[in-house]
């Protein structure tokens, strides 16, 4: 038997950076809902060379792209328009990199929360920079605590609407910042009542999906987020 079958694919994890104490850190959250599914996750260096990044996406199976700072507008070709920006250009240059060579080798793609917004600007989109002065809702869009209640519901289609077998969802929500315009190749698969964009896929691939919401947070009490990383998970096999 082939025992590389039975191994559990390796997801490279983008780190998280601490500004003020110069660390990279980690939510055990996003690790515990990639094992939960079946991976083994490893958090990826900050700084990476090309050659670095080309034998880390040779080695791993697919790539979790995690929330953290709001995504530079250099990236999409503006500039901060309300003053509210707190960017990491540490992360954005890992993962612009990274992204790079893990769309060009076709390896399976999840983004949480910022992950969906870098993707959706790395490939031509752009962002809604402050919602409260530039989208005012309703909604309330940056829950407090506890993270692990859904808040709002979003409207499904596509193939998360069939992966979960219904048409509305209950999620939480941590984010200021959101898609504005798509980028290429990117299709809503979640729209909130507001009209804002919270999930999408990447046409032409493998797998590359993200959500606006935090499935890491809801995964040990809600079925749907732990399918959604169990799907991501068997991509990566």
């Given at each position: 038997?082939?025992?590389?079958?039975n191994?559990?694919p390796?997801?490279?994890?983008?780190?998280?950076?601490d500004?003020a104490?110069?660390?990279?850190?980690?939510?055990p959250?996003?690790?515990?809902?990639?094992?939960?599914?079946g991976g083994?996750?490893?958090?990826?260096?900050l700084?990476l060379?090309e050659?670095?990044?080309?034998r880390?996406?040779?080695?791993?199976?697919?790539?979790?792209f995690?929330?953290?700072?709001?995504?530079?507008?250099?990236?999409y070709g503006?500039?901060?328009a309300?003053?509210t920006?707190?960017s990491?250009p540490?992360r954005?240059?890992?993962?612009a990199?990274l992204?790079?060579?893990?769309?060009e080798a076709d390896?399976?793609i999840l983004?949480?929360?910022?992950g969906l917004q870098?993707?959706?600007a790395?490939?031509g989109?752009?962002?809604?920079q402050?919602l409260p002065?530039?989208?005012?809702?309703?909604i309330v869009?940056?829950?407090?605590k506890?993270?692990?209640?859904?808040?709002h519901q979003?409207?499904?289609?596509?193939d998360?609407?069939?992966l979960?077998?219904?048409?509305?969802l209950?999620?939480?929500?941590?984010?200021?910042q959101?898609v504005k315009?798509?980028?290429?190749?990117?299709?809503?698969?979640?729209?909130?009542?507001?009209?804002?964009?919270?999930?999408v896929q990447?046409?032409g691939?493998?797998?590359?999906?993200?959500?606006?919401?935090?499935?890491e947070?809801?995964?040990?009490?809600?079925k749907?987020?732990?399918v959604i990383?169990?799907?991501?998970v068997?991509h990566?096999?």
């Amino acid at each position: 038997m082939n025992q590389s079958l039975n191994k559990s694919p390796l997801i490279g994890v983008t780190p998280l950076w601490d500004v003020a104490r110069q660390s990279v850190w980690m939510l055990p959250d996003y690790l515990d809902g990639i094992k939960a599914a079946g991976g083994l996750p490893v958090v990826l260096p900050l700084d990476l060379s090309e050659e670095d990044a080309e034998r880390i996406v040779e080695t791993c199976d697919g790539f979790l792209f995690t929330g953290g700072q709001d995504v530079s507008p250099s990236l999409y070709g503006m500039e901060d328009a309300t003053g509210t920006i707190v960017s990491s250009p540490e992360r954005d240059q890992l993962e612009a990199l990274l992204l790079s060579k893990a769309l060009e080798a076709d390896k399976p793609i999840l983004g949480i929360c910022r992950g969906l917004q870098f993707i959706n600007a790395f490939v031509g989109g752009t962002l809604w920079q402050d919602l409260p002065s530039q989208h005012p809702s309703e909604i309330v869009h940056r829950q407090g605590k506890p993270y692990s209640v859904p808040t709002h519901q979003v409207k499904l289609s596509g193939d998360l609407q069939t992966l979960l077998g219904k048409d509305f969802l209950e999620v939480n929500t941590l984010h200021h910042q959101a898609v504005k315009d798509l980028g290429n190749g990117l299709i809503p698969m979640a729209v909130a009542p507001d009209g804002l964009i919270e999930a999408v896929q990447m046409t032409g691939n493998r797998f590359v999906w993200a959500v606006q919401w935090h499935p890491e947070y809801l995964f040990r009490t809600d079925k749907d987020s732990l399918v959604i990383f169990s799907y991501f998970v068997e991509h990566c096999k």
